[in-house]
């Protein structure tokens, strides 16, 4: 558990979290199914000082104030999806440290674009709750931020499953199931994975929310759907284990039919998963809630994933050259 000291607060201190890929499981992961997940270069970083105010304050690339009760407040600005979440994190992690004095100023920093499918909302409050614990010399286990993640990520996203902090976390590679199942995948040789952003960003909430709707509407269709899943997640922790890079991808790219036919891909990211595929990707899909955002393709080795790059990048597609990140929050 967490432990607290009444010594004075260090001025300023950080945290910074990795973002995430999804490597199978997808939405299917909210309804019950395994989802594999992975942890990569792309990060958030979180500086927590002492606030004037006394309250809660939030700062990212435009800075907004927090005005109102100190606890409650209300964040104005035009960023306030993106920045009542870190209010949040914030006040819950001061919550379960038990500390009356609410002044800290959170200021984010992150390089993981949102609404793209690569957890840069669970990065943020991941490393927030990280960072506000540190500033009051108290240290989080990973069991406690995963609880206290849900918090502003139940604000942002309705009902997650809780894959994207728990890769955050943990990072490495994880097979994840609802409620809080985390298996660590170690492997030898990490997957060589290229990034393409479509640039259609949108509402994972509004997504996630139609497919519950549709698996409820649509029981047996859904269920069988599960089951597979269910062995391609454990396919895929196999095929990583085994550095198959073939079956990797074959596995890859019947997820991201499945997630095709459940309505959550688009034309856009369609079109880059065929243009990755005739370019030499192993297999490709997308990544994320779907209905825009990034996809991902799974390359041969360096070399292939430049010349799949060139393709995509020729095709609109904004390219990250992501590898595995192993720490995790920090």
Do not use: W
């Amino acid at each position: 558990m967490s432990s607290s000291s009444p010594s004075t607060s260090p001025s300023i201190v950080s945290s910074r979290a990795p973002g995430k890929i999804i490597l199978s499981g997808e939405q299917f992961v909210v309804l019950g199914a395994p989802a594999v997940a992975m942890a990569v270069n792309l990060y958030s970083k979180i500086e927590v000082r002492p606030s004037q105010s006394g309250r809660i304050e939030v700062t990212a690339d435009i800075p907004l104030h927090l005005v109102g009760d100190a606890d409650k407040g209300s964040l104005v600005g035009e960023n306030r999806e993106l920045l009542e979440p870190l209010r949040l994190a914030a006040s819950a992690t001061l919550d379960h440290l038990a500390m009356r004095d609410r002044g800290v100023h959170v200021e984010a920093n992150c390089q993981i674009p949102s609404g793209a499918g690569l957890g840069s909302s669970a990065s943020t409050t991941v490393a927030t709750i990280s960072a506000v614990a540190k500033s009051r010399r108290a240290r989080l286990n990973r069991e406690d931020i995963f609880k206290l993640a849900f918090i502003p990520e139940n604000y942002l996203h309705g009902h997650p499953s809780g894959v994207d902090q728990a890769t955050c976390i943990y990072g490495g590679i994880i097979q994840f199931k609802k409620p809080s199942k985390i298996k660590a995948i170690t492997v030898k040789r990490p997957p060589t994975i290229l990034v393409c952003d479509s640039g259609a960003h949108r509402s994972t909430k509004a997504l996630v929310g139609a497919v519950v709707k549709r698996s409820q509407e649509q029981t047996d269709g859904f269920q069988s759907h599960l089951d597979e899943i269910t062995s391609i997640s454990n396919a895929v922790v196999k095929a990583l284990r085994k550095e198959d890079d073939n079956e990797l991808g074959r596995l890859m790219n019947r997820n991201h039919e499945m997630l095709r036919q459940i309505g959550v891909s688009t034309p856009d990211l369609d079109r880059l998963v065929a243009e990755a595929l005739q370019a030499g990707a192993l297999g490709a899909k997308l990544t994320g809630a779907g209905g825009g955002g990034c996809i991902i393709a799974l390359c041969a080795d360096k070399k292939d994933r430049s010349n799949i790059a060139r393709k995509l990048r020729n095709a609109g597609g904004t390219i990250y050259n992501v590898s595995l990140d192993a720490s995790g929050v920090k």
